[in-house]
């Protein structure tokens, strides 16, 4: 089946600075989601990408979609505490039925040192 | 509500016990899923409706699990003799139509314990 592999698996920043993560995929995706879940909760979308090369921005995050359609990233520019969480990379498959179910990464655990 | 709802949030059974899992998704969405997340992992897809009907079942792991939604609004997940590897966090999300650009809402989560 489909896999994405997600890196960093853990990040230790200081409070202020910018943190950077990406997700890869073997296989090509229409959809890049990019997810936040703090413990106890079920995963928030922070950011959707729709095509090729498309840049979105959501406040201090900033996401793209790969041009070969199997990577993307996500930054998160001047980080604060309340960043803390794990960070999920998601998307849609192009096989037949992978229009709505999505496939997960690994996720980022981000800690945030104030 | 103004969110999935997940009940209950926590729940410690003994192997080869039987429990049922319960959301309620946003009013007026059409589509509802369940995920598993292990520990460690991202969620993994199971099931998802659209209406009462499932319309895919592929990632339910055996026969032990089985899900319905009747009135096409709140689902049960229901796993029969329970075993300790199912032990993880049932996710359930629901979004408005299915198709690919909609959006999943997640609630907050089962945890389910199988001692």
Not at chain 1, 27 to 36: A, M
Not at chain 2, 4 to 19: A, D, H, I, L, M
Not at chain 2, 97 to 106: C, I, L
Request: charged share 15%.
């Amino acid at each position: 089946g489909q896999q994405l592999n997600q890196s960093p698996q853990s990040m230790f920043i200081q409070e202020g600075e910018d943190v950077s993560m990406n997700c890869t995929s073997s296989s090509i995706f229409n959809t890049w989601l990019w997810y936040k879940q703090d413990p106890g909760e079920g995963p928030v979308l922070l950011i959707a990408l729709y095509k090729a090369g498309e840049l979105t921005s959501n406040g201090r995050l900033t996401a793209q979609f790969g041009i070969t359609r199997k990577d993307s990233f996500l930054n998160i520019s001047a980080s604060i505490p309340s960043d803390v969480g794990i960070y999920f990379c998601a998307g849609h498959g192009r096989s037949g039925g992978s229009n709505y179910k999505l496939t997960f990464g690994k996720g980022t655990l981000l800690t945030v040192n104030p | 509500g103004a969110g999935v709802s997940q009940t209950p949030s926590n729940k410690v059974t003994e192997k080869g016990k039987y429990v049922e899992l319960r959301c309620d998704p946003i009013s007026g969405h059409t589509a509802l899923y369940w995920y598993r997340q292990s520990l460690g992992q991202g969620p993994e897809f199971l099931i998802y409706f659209q209406g009462t009907g499932a319309a895919d079942d592929s990632g339910l792991p055996n026969d032990r699990f089985f899900a319905v939604r009747p009135e096409g609004s709140v689902s049960t997940l229901k796993i029969q003799r329970t075993e300790r590897g199912d032990s993880a966090v049932y996710l359930c999300a629901s979004s408005w139509s299915g198709r690919a650009g909609d959006t999943q809402y997640f609630g907050p989560g089962t945890r389910l314990t199988v001692l």
